[in-house]
């Protein structure tokens, strides 16, 4: 079977994989270079067993902060655009125990499936990619925000999920670089099988790969339309000339939407906007975080990613505005000085941006949708967990379309 992939992002290209593994004829479209979007800059972290949905019930009480705070991780611009109220307010809807509690554990159950996968991946391919399996810190501020914590660990922990609460001092002892930061910290959830690699050198090396086994890449090219043959779609439609297909799977990330529109399909995908930065560390033992660090109050992650520390962060409402404020990568440089004083002189920051694709309670989008042509199946919505889930949600893409 032919099957087109619309979207060479890592969601995009880890379905390519599963498709051709299967022995499908597979073409991938994208307006850009593979990781060119919002894979290229993300957080870096796989994080299989720590999952906490956006969608929690600590949204209600933090929401004033977060959107009246100029500082706060947490933007929204109002905007004239249907879309963005319906998602936030679908998005309030699921700030609830029991779907967050639902949430997590589908979610779990999928990365525990995409790491599978993935680690199939690398045996079979051996990708430079800065891969690490040094655990995670998700550090906590103060003993109230560590207590509500404690409720997410024991969630996880009944669904399979290793991982503890640590004191100020054996998060030092687990990640040496964190001792100054020692009188901040009131503890940490630690999972030490956590891992990290460099998701713009896993889109590469997979699309390296692709090629050579005759997947046909057609880059720099933008699917505008759908030619339609009763309930199935006959091509799609490119400024490059239409693409013909047996199957079709959407994996475009927050452009989803818009397509989907176009098919009769509602997909509630709204861009996150998140921020990184990406500096070389001092290679000095203790300096700069091997281990992968997550700040919860100031919502932002820290992965090592072989000689460099990958910084990234906030979740902004703001629509497709690609612009990169100066302010918000220096909330970046400014967290990075203050949790690893010593990891890096922030010399060259190489700041970047890049739109989280996310659904209001935080699951992906996989498979047929009801009202869509039977051939187009969909892989999008991961928002900030397209990393850690690009692999397993591709096993059922692949799944679905042999059902």
């Known amino acids: 079977m032919h099957v087109c992939v619309l979207g060479a992002g890592i969601v995009g ?27 290229g800059g993300n957080g870096a972290q796989l994080s299989y067993s720590y999952v906490q949905p956006l969608a929690d019930p600590s949204i209600w009480r933090q929401l004033p902060k977060l959107l009246l705070s100029p500082s706060s991780p947490l933007k929204l611009r109002p905007q004239l655009d249907p879309l963005q109220w319906r998602w936030g307010m679908e998005f309030l809807a699921a700030c609830n125990a029991r779907t967050s509690r639902e949430t997590t554990a589908r979610l779990l159950e999928l990365a525990a499936s995409s790491r599978i996968e993935f680690e199939a991946m690398r045996a079979e391919l051996s990708p430079d990619c800065d891969f690490s399996a040094t655990g995670k810190l998700v550090l906590y501020a103060s003993t109230a925000s560590l207590e509500s914590a404690r409720a997410q660990l024991e969630l996880q922990r009944t669904m399979g999920s290793e991982q503890r609460l640590v004191t100020p001092e054996e998060c030092i002892a687990i990640e040496p670089a964190l001792a100054g930061y020692r009188d901040r910290m009131a503890g940490a959830v630690y999972t030490p099988s956590e891992c990290a690699a460099d998701c713009l050198k896993v889109c590469t090396e997979l699309a390296k790969a692709l090629a ?77 975080p091997r281990v992968n660090v997550t700040d919860s109050a100031r919502k932002v992650v820290f992965a090592r990613i072989g000689s460099r520390l ?5 979740a902004e409402l703001v629509g497709h505005d690609a612009s990169i404020p100066a302010t918000r990568i220096e909330t970046l440089a400014a967290a990075t000085r203050a949790l690893f004083p010593h990891a890096s002189r922030l010399e060259e920051l190489h700041p970047w941006t890049g739109m989280r694709p996310a659904t209001p309670k935080g699951l992906p989008i996989i498979g047929r949708l009801d009202g869509a042509p039977s051939n187009m199946l969909f892989n999008t919505g991961h928002g900030a967990l397209g990393f850690t889930l690009a692999f397993g949600s591709a096993l059922r893409v692949a799944q679905a379309l042999g059902a």
Request: hydrophobic share 45%.
């Open 13 to 39: 290209l880890a379905t390519a994989w599963q498709l051709d593994r299967q022995g499908h004829q597979v073409t991938v479209i994208d307006r850009a270079a593979p990781g060119s979007g919002a894979s």
């Open 212 to 288: 050579e086994r005759g997947v046909r890449f057609i880059s720099g090219t933008e699917v505008s339309s759908f030619v339609r043959s009763a309930s199935r779609v006959a091509a799609v439609r490119t400024g490059n000339g239409d693409v013909e297909a047996d199957a079709f799977v959407m994996a475009l990330g927050s452009a989803s939407h818009k397509l989907g529109r176009a098919l009769g399909a509602y997909l509630p995908v709204y861009p996150l906007k998140g921020y990184s930065i990406t500096v070389e560390v001092d290679p000095a033992p203790g300096a700069a």
């Open 310 to 314: 990958r910084v990234a962060g906030m």
